[in-house]
Nanobody
Framework: VQLQASGGGLVQAGGSLRLSCAAS?????MGWFRQAPGKEREFVAT????????YYGDSGKGRFTIASDNAKNTVFLQMSSLIPEDTAIYYC?????????????????WGQGTLVTVSS
């Protein structure tokens, strides 16, 4: 399975961005992690494609919404009220099996990352 992420860019604080990730095949769950400069990668959000159940990490709660288009094997991350602390490389990931959905090791496939920069 190959993942193609898009939608990153430069936005002012308070603005919005929508990230997209298209998978070349069907998976159990697809989600987003992010890595800010000098920090470890962290879980943002994921969604199970069969049940459409979203799960959010602390960084994604409240301002971010994850959704999926199962027919297109695509997930979206709508980010609103962005703050400079959201600046990071956002990675799309896909899991084909069970496991803790907030854990990186659960995910079998990773996209190339898309940069989100939020200016103050």
């Amino acid at each position: 399975v190959q993942l193609q992420a898009s939608g990153g860019g430069l936005v002012q604080a308070g603005g919005s961005l929508r990230l997209s990730c298209a998978a070349s095949g069907r998976t159990y769950a697809m989600g987003w992690f992010r890595q800010a400069p000098g920090k470890e990668r962290e879980f943002v959000a994921t969604i199970t494609l069969s049940f459409g159940s979203p799960y959010y990490g602390d960084s994604g709660k409240g301002r971010f919404t994850i959704a999926s288009d199962n027919a297109k094997n695509t997930v979206f991350l709508q980010m609103s009220s962005l703050i400079p602390e959201d600046t990071a490389i956002y990675y799309c990931a896909a899991s084909t099996g069970w496991g803790r959905l907030e854990a990186e090791r659960t995910y079998d496939y990773w996209g190339q990352g898309t940069l989100v920069t939020v200016s103050s």
